[in-house]
Structures are given as structure tokens and as C-alpha cells.
């Protein structure tokens, strides 16, 4: 059975607006985001449930979008641990040396005191796994839903997309995503290896 998929980044937060590295700082929407989410909801239906990352701001973006829908909190669907980068932006970390060194990798190396991308992207994909699994077993046909984080949204799709494109690719502004097509039989237990997420366009 076919089924959409859509894969939603959170509203903005005062941290996004100053440009800042939000990862494990649960702070909510700022005013600005809630009143582009505000803007957006009559664009999404109305749905009985979607999942979503236990932060703070990832729940209130869902309340706004899908009010009255059910919201099933996926552990493990936290952003990234940015370590000692955390809630820092540019111009306080501008000559500070563990951060040039993280620019020259390209953004790949692990974040210094915080996650690698590799651990980040295992975690992430492992919770997105549990929930497909969980949908797997269920006939329903109106949009699967996961309110998340834009490193999250990154990490599903650079392992699962296809035809398949790199974990930069899959950029998501706040209140943006992407919605696509699978096949829900193939995230049956022991098969999330042979699943595809496909048909990707932005929301």
C-alpha cells in the first residue's frame, strides 16, 4: 500500500533567528515563527494524528499546522548535539579554533563535546524506523506525518531517498519540508533496508 509521507521542519525559534546552532536547547517558537505557522495551517489537512520530535518547539509547530490532531512523541527524533557549538552562531565562535577545524571537514566531522553525524544520523534513523514499523501495520490512507527538526528531516532522507541524494540536499527552511510517496508493506519489521521514500517534493 502506497502512502504520503511528509517530513516538516519546526517554526522559527529566537535561536533561529539570530542564526544560532539549535540543537538540544528546548526552547519554544518565538513569536515570528508562531505567526508564519499561523499563515500556513489552512494549507494542510486535517488529520487524526501525526508524530512528532519531543521538543518543545516541534509540538507547537504540530499544534499549529494539525490542530486536534493526536500527537505521538518519537523519542530519539531530537536534533543534533551540537556540544560546545550549542546556542552559539557565527560571530561568537568567528577564530575559535575546534570551529574552523569543523568548517574545513565541510560539516561532517563530529561536533566537539556533542554527537558525530554518524551517531546522530543512527539515532535519528533508528526512531524513524520504529514509527514506520508501527504504520506498517496499519490500513490508513491519509498523510503519515513527522514534525521534526532540519537535521532530522537531512539524516531520514540522505539514508532513504531515491533516487538517492546527499544529506545536504534535504535543506529545510523553518515551516517548510518535503512530502513524498512509499510503500508501506516494505517497513515491515526487518526490511527498513529495502525501503525507498520517492516522488520527493518540497512542501
Known amino acids: 500500500m502506497k502512502r504520503q509521507i511528509w517530513l516538516i521542519r519546526h517554526g522559527k525559534t529566537q535561536g533561529n ?19 508564519a505557522l499561523e499563515e500556513k495551517k489552512g494549507l494542510y489537512p486535517v ?23 493526536a500527537q505521538h512523541v518519537l523519542p530519539g527524533m531530537e536534533e543534533c548535539d551540537f556540544g560546545d557549538f550549542e546556542y552559539k552562531n557565527y560571530e561568537e565562535m568567528n577564530g575559535y579554533p575546534a570551529y574552523q577545524d569543523w568548517i ?18 543512527d539515532r535519528v534513523n533508528a526512531a524513524f524506523l520504529k514509527m514506520m514499523r508501527a504504520q506498517a501495520r496499519q490500513a490508513k490512507e491519509e498523510p503519515l506525518v513527522l514534525v521534526c527538526h532540519g ?20 535543506q529545510a527552511q523553518n515551516g517548510s519540508g518535503f512530502k513524498a510517496v512509499t510503500e508501506m508493506d516494505d517497513w515491515a519489521e526487518g526490511l527498513g533496508d529495502l525501503s525507498e521514500i520517492t516522488s520527493l517534493e518540497a512542501l
Open 151 to 170: 537535521g532530522c528531516i537531512m539524516a531520514i532522507l540522505d539514508r532513504f531517498s531515491r533516487p538517492h541524494q546527499d544529506y545536504f540536499t534535504w
Open 47 to 69: 488529520l487524526s494524528e501525526i508524530y512528532v520530535s519531543p521538543m518543545i518547539r516541534c509540538r507547537q509547530t504540530g499544534e499549529i499546522l494539525f490542530p486536534g490532531a
Open 104 to 121: 574545513d571537514s565541510g560539516g561532517i566531522s563530529g561536533f566537539p563535546g556533542g554527537e558525530t553525524m554518524e551517531a546522530f544520523a
Open 17 to 35: 533567528m539570530e542564526f544560532r546552532y539549535v540543537g538540544r536547547s528546548d526552547e519554544p517558537l518565538c513569536p515570528a515563527g508562531r505567526e
